[in-house]
């Protein structure tokens, strides 16, 4: 499926900021056979004095940009062309209890190397009482996959979505031990419960397209940012995206801009700047989808 997408995210100050320095990652990713990056474009108003666009370690395309002057307001805006086809349906996928010995043979560092997605991350300690519940929803001899669905059921079932009971800083056992949160909530925790089981997993920043109810019209700016996890069930079956906030397997209304082990290596923009008094924001997203493939 093509989509046309379009992005805003702005800032607006109280009080000019003074010089800032930022680091975006929006632009969706290219990944051979499962989607494909036709055209894009991110304008930064101001003009920023500095700009880099570049990539990360892990693949993601990145923008740095600095501002050493006063400003108002931030704008981002981001339009872009893409062609998802969903991942590839994946092969065998390993018991959990062989995958010790399957990353024992695992001898690249690369950037999808699943040593990477093993340990604790800066959003993601290993929680006692995660992996607890993890292993709770697994039995003896299932797959890395089906524990992987498995999981993701259960915290589809066990756990309510609520916009406002976390922010992008509400620690993951928090948001646990309250059985409430957002998409990066259900991520966080999931990959918890995976890494905790043995199973490397890693986080997915990307754009969801959404479907308005029967009969009533597609709302420009509606869709949204979403974010849900990928796995590594064994070298046959490779990773795999999961999505427990809907649980379901992603597929093609999953548009990825980024992966990394949690939200501090995808994170859409961050910075710091010299501000005081107030500030705000707003964010909107439009995922168009067309017809045929280019």
Request: aromatic share 8%; with cysteine; proline share 10%.
């Amino acid at each position: 499926m093509i989509y046309d997408i379009v992005l805003r995210l702005s800032y607006s100050y109280a009080n000019p900021a003074n010089g800032g320095r930022h680091l975006a990652r929006l632009m969706p990713a290219d990944l051979p056979g499962e989607q494909r990056l036709i055209a894009g474009h991110l304008e930064i108003l101001p003009d920023p004095s500095e700009r880099t666009d570049r990539s990360d370690f892990f693949g993601n395309r990145a923008t740095d940009f600095t501002f050493r002057g006063a400003f108002a307001k931030v704008a981002l805006n981001l339009v872009a062309r893409v062609d998802r086809r969903g991942p590839l349906p994946p092969g065998p996928s390993l018991p959990v209890t062989d995958l010790p010995q399957a990353l024992s043979d695992v001898q690249s560092v690369g950037p999808d190397a699943p040593v990477h997605f093993r340990a604790a991350s800066p959003f993601v300690p290993l929680v006692p009482e995660v992996s607890t519940y993890a292993l709770a929803q697994t039995t003896p001899g299932m797959t890395a996959l089906a524990a992987v669905a498995a999981l993701g059921q259960a915290l589809h079932r066990d756990m309510r979505y609520d916009p406002e009971a976390t922010d992008v800083d509400t620690p993951m056992a928090k948001a646990f031990a309250a059985r409430h949160g957002v998409c990066q909530d259900f991520s966080h925790i999931m990959i918890a419960g995976l890494r905790g089981l043995g199973i490397p997993a890693g986080y997915v920043s990307g754009l969801l397209r959404t479907t308005p109810p029967p009969g009533k019209p597609r709302l420009e700016g509606a869709d949204a940012m979403h974010a849900w996890v990928c796995a590594w069930c064994g070298p046959q079956a490779g990773w795999v995206d999961y999505d427990p906030t809907n649980a379901v397997f992603a597929g093609e209304t999953h548009i990825v801009v980024a992966r990394g082990r949690d939200y501090s290596d995808v994170s859409p923009i961050k910075g710091v700047l010299r501000v005081s008094g107030s500030q705000s924001g707003q964010h909107s997203v439009d995922v168009k989808p067309l017809t045929g493939r280019h």
